[in-house]
């Protein structure tokens, strides 16, 4: 699922995640910043920030990123479970 798409003529900068499990049992998640180069580039190994995080329940994971992403590029995230796990960006975002 994409959480985030830098809109056209804009950077991000991504500070922090943060992720939140509503399901009575933990569950692991994955995100990736995909980078658009004309088009956009698949979730996998080569752009994943963070991988199989144990996300339990109650226990809020709050994950510092630190990461600047170009005019359309994208924060994708995979979970074992759907619709489970919240996930809140914070960052600012730059019209260029």
């Known amino acids: 699922m994409d959480l985030y798409a830098v809109p056209a003529g804009s950077e991000t900068v991504v500070s922090t995640l943060h992720l939140s499990n509503t399901a009575a049992v933990s569950?692991?998640?994955?995100?990736?910043?995909r980078k658009f180069d004309g088009t956009l580039?698949?979730?996998g190994i080569g752009n994943s920030l963070f991988?199989?995080?144990?996300?339990s329940p109650g226990?809020?994971?709050s994950l510092t990123v630190g990461?600047?992403?170009?005019?359309?590029?994208?924060?994708t995230v995979a979970t074992e479970t759907s619709n489970t796990v919240t996930f809140h960006a914070f960052g600012s975002e730059n019209t260029l």
């Open 27 to 33: 569950s692991r998640v994955s995100v990736y910043a």
């Open 41 to 43: 580039e698949a979730a």
């Open 59 to 61: 226990q809020p994971v």
């Open 51 to 55: 991988s199989n995080v144990l996300v």
């Open 67 to 75: 990461i600047t992403l170009a005019e359309n590029d994208t924060i």
